[in-house]
Nanobody
């Protein structure tokens, strides 16, 4: 079982930046495919970004392309989501998730591709 702990959420004005972190522990590997999802009140959980087992193999939802960057620090078994130029519509609880397998990052774009989830961290963007 993989345990995931997110951190880095908070309150920021539109145009600002935040960096979310997701630390993995337990039965984990530094090459697990990882993803970020978000869920706004009253809405379904939606895919944000994923990173596959190979370095640089990443995938994003269209609305965050060019603003968000997912990365992995292998020595710390941690995945990051750098969020720039934040907009009020980015407001949500953000969850990280761990999957398995050796597919390209675009494969990991739905909740069903992931088996372990963190507890979430709130991101609020004010206008």
């Amino acid at each position: 079982q993989v345990q995931l702990v997110e951190s880095g959420g908070g309150l920021v004005q539109a145009g600002g930046s935040l960096r979310l972190s997701c630390a993995a522990s337990g039965r984990t590997s530094t090459t697990l495919p990882m993803g970020w999802f978000r869920q706004a009140p009253g809405k379904d959980r939606e895919f944000v970004s994923s990173i596959a087992w190979t370095p640089g193999n990443t995938y994003y939802r269209d609305s965050v392309k060019g603003r968000f960057t997912i990365s992995r620090e292998i020595t710390k078994n941690t995945v990051y989501l750098q969020m720039n130029s934040l907009k009020p519509e980015d407001t949500a609880v953000y969850f990280c998730a761990a999957g398995s397998g050796y597919y390209t990052a675009s494969y990991y774009n739905t909740t069903g591709r992931f088996s372990s989830w963190g507890q979430g961290t709130q991101v609020t963007v004010t206008s």
